[in-house]
């Protein structure tokens, strides 16, 4: 098993791993730098130290083509200061004129100059070589490099190639840095994003590789715990949910078939025709009951089966603003036996969406259904569609009572009615819960809004338009 180690332990070690290589580059490129300056200077003829007359008398012109090359000029003088050659109008400095040039303070015609002295041995009296040199085109803190002739481009080429070793240098440390904290941290990372998606498409195959990091390690093992508990537990819901549906079915089933033949009894009764008032009023109560159970057993099967996780739809492309206009026109009566106006905002074209038109088409018929339902007579109702780019929006909205706000977030609750249980019409309470459902099957909304624009309250859907509707 491999040695684990913390993450705080592995950034600490790396940063001060990281911090002395790039310290040792820069020491590095420092001492190169010198050692290549040393060997530089070491080929430069400098001034200074002593020198043979008979040397410079042999590479005179030379010398003095190079200081005039520098805008400088070659003198030499002898311990009085007097100017020996070339000859000149001045033919001696004085004391203050040769301090002037040992500092770069000597004036002529407007321009500084600065000047060195190089004792000239084997001569027969004390002579000296003054170099006159521009103050602008040298350097005081550097020595004076007699071979002028010498090309400058060498030191500048030995700072670029300074800087690049330097900058490939700290490249290469950062790579191998960063990677291996790449294989430390970044894989595990990349291992978990992975799994966290396989667990949202229900897929729980996660990996189970060793980390070398312990909190990664810690971290899978507690996530393959979670996932294993979260698998045992989606199993189970399923599982629970199919014996509940399958309770449900058996036990409707059941009521049903004890109703249909009390209902048929009632309906055999009916039929004749010496039965009295006395007895036929009691019976046409029995079947209108009959008929309110087989509609809430049918509601109860309907809520069971869109509460299955495995519970799939039959989705197919259809036109969602044709379907809303046939089910206001099958619920026209409603409204108006209630007297209800109607406003009817829908355009004359088609907007497609992937659905199941059997269930879509019940969501929307109990909305429709609860804006007369729960309505007082002579309200006002809207049904319409807005459009966007990805989405459409049916909404059906009242100027009705406003839902009570302890309601509010409750009201897509099963069992959850706004009016008492003895309000007829099958009103189970599942209504809103069921349309909720079937919404959400389809990976749309469902919301209350109140108020919405001039209306006390409004329900809308939103679905997503046919393009990447429901995959």
């Known amino acids: 098993m491999k040695n684990k180690i913390s993450l705080k332990k592995i950034l600490r070690n790396h940063f001060i791993l990281f911090t002395f290589a790039v310290i040792f580059l820069v020491l590095f490129v420092l001492f190169v730098m010198n050692q290549a300056g040393e060997r530089l200077v070491d080929k430069m003829d400098l001034l200074g130290g002593d020198s043979s007359y008979q040397e410079y008398l042999g590479n005179r012109e030379n010398e003095i083509k190079k200081a005039e090359a520098y805008e400088g000029k070659i003198q030499i003088i002898d311990g009085e200061y007097n100017i020996l050659s070339p000859e000149e109008e001045k033919s001696r400095y004085s004391s203050k004129e040769i301090y002037e040039l040992s500092q770069g303070e000597y004036q002529e015609e407007g321009r500084y100059y600065s000047g060195i002295l190089t004792k000239l041995s084997r001569a027969e009296e004390d002579l000296y070589k003054l170099l006159i040199l521009p103050k602008d085109r040298i350097h005081l803190n550097y020595r004076i490099d007699m071979d002028l002739d010498q090309d400058t481009s060498g030191i500048f080429l030995l700072f670029i190639t300074a800087a690049a070793v330097m900058a490939f240098g700290y490249w290469f440390i950062l790579k191998l840095s960063t990677r291996r904290i790449d294989r430390l941290v970044n894989v595990p990372l990349e291992d978990l994003r992975e799994d966290m998606k396989k667990v949202k498409e229900e897929n729980y195959s996660i ?28 199993d189970k819901t399923k599982n629970d949910e199919f014996l509940r549906y399958q309770l449900i079915s058996e036990l409707g ?8 033949p009390i209902k048929g009894y ?59 206009r046939n089910i206001i026109a099958e619920k ?38 609860n804006a007369a339902f729960h309505n007082e007579k002579g309200g006002r109702v809207y049904m319409g569609i807005e459009e966007g780019e990805d989405f459409a929006e049916i909404i059906i909205a009242d100027n009705g009572n406003r839902i009570e706000d302890f309601l509010v977030n409750l009201i897509f609750e099963p069992f959850i009615r706004k009016k008492p249980i003895k309000d007829k019409m099958g009103h189970s309470g599942l209504g809103l819960s069921i ?37």
């Open 332 to 369: 026209y009566s409603s409204f108006e036996m209630k007297e209800m106006e109607q406003i009817i905002d829908i355009e004359e074209k088609e907007i497609l969406l992937f659905a199941d038109e059997l269930e879509i088409k019940r969501a929307i018929i109990n909305l429709v259904e």
């Open 207 to 234: 990996h189970h590789t060793s980390y070398e990091i312990e909190e990664f390690d810690e971290m899978r093992d507690s996530f393959e715990s979670m996932t294993k508990r979260l698998d045992y537990l989606m």
């Open 435 to 471: 349309t909720k459902r079937i919404v959400e099957k389809h990976k749309g909304e469902l919301q209350l809004i109140q108020p919405y624009k001039e209306y006390s309250k409004a329900f809308i859907i939103r679905l997503r338009k046919s393009k990447g509707a429901v995959e």
């Open 266 to 324: 009632a309906s055999i009764l009916l039929m004749e025709e010496e039965l009295s008032n006395k007895y036929k009023i009691p019976i046409e109560k029995i079947t209108e009951n009959c008929d309110d159970m087989e509609k809430m057993l049918q509601i109860l099967m309907s809520f069971g089966k869109l509460s299955r996780v495995d519970y799939s739809l039959n989705l197919k492309e259809i036109d969602i603003a044709d379907l809303f």
């Open 253 to 260: 089933h059941d009521i049903k078939n004890s109703i249909t």
